[in-house]
């Protein structure tokens, strides 16, 4: 059977992963509270679409930094690709670079940071950092970076102390005292986001992580200020599907629902998507 949306790789990923695997990449911390949020909020707002306009032509082109992707979905950093497919993080490089997106690299890849640029040595790539307490450590990883090609650094800032992942802790599987899988902490991410927008008022690039599964989503987020969203665990579901062509996959699907979308609202390019679209529902 096709794979046709996202839901569909996360239903095959979850029969190929082991138990303590696909655990680890989907448990979210303590209730999951936030992460079922991040999801639902979507759902509940709705496009108000422009009609009678010439879409004849879709362009899902963008930039972000002042360099072009393909398309506002860039991939996250996400830990230890190598428990979703044995290549890791080669293959989800090699995906990104055929899709001309960015990927930005964990601290806790399962692959050196060498191998991953070998492995895709023309691709757009930031490297997300845990500041470490040695900050001589810190200089170190971010001179490698920088020699490697390295285009940004992603700080992350929002684990003062882990969340409590209860199915890791079941299984056993003590990866917890290094890493969070991914998504802030926030409450739901697409209402974080509108009060992020107002408040640095144009002077940054904004970008969205967290619950994003369709390219309708994609375009939500971008007419709330979002210049970019970066995807996270459809990625390794894909991942785990098959390797570098699932990732693959994965994105093109988003891409062509994000056109589809795009085109069906009257938007015929990135920069015509505003606010104008959205319609919050009335209580």
Known sequence: MSLVCVADFEA????LLSK??????EGEADEGITYKENIAAF?????????LRDVSEVDTRTTIQGQE???????????????????????????????????????YASCTLEDIVAAA????????LYVQSDWELNRQLIRRVEALGFKALVITVDVPILGKRRWN?????????????????SPKEIDALTEVVAAVKG??????????RTGNDVLKALALG????????PILWGLAYKGEHGVKEVLNILKTELHRSMTLSGCRSVAEISPDLIQFPRL
């Open 203 to 212: 002077k940054v690039e904004v970008y969205m992580d967290g619950g994003v």
């Open 43 to 51: 759902k509940r707002i709705r496009l108000r679409p422009r009609y």
């Open 69 to 107: 992707i393909s398309a506002p979905i860039c991939i996250t950093p996400t830990a230890f690709h190598s428990m979703a497919w044995p290549d890791g993080e080669r293959s989800t490089a090699r995906a990104a670079q055929e899709a001309d997106v960015c990927y930005i690299t964990s601290t």
């Open 226 to 233: 979002a210049k970019c969203v970066f995807i996270g665990r």
């Open 169 to 185: 802790i079941r299984n056993q599987l003590n990866l917890e005292a290094k890493v969070k899988l991914t998504d802030l902490r």
């Open 12 to 15: 095959r990923a979850q029969e």
């Open 121 to 128: 040595p023309r691709g757009f790539r930031w490297f997300q």
């Open 20 to 25: 303590s695997s696909w655990d680890f990449i």
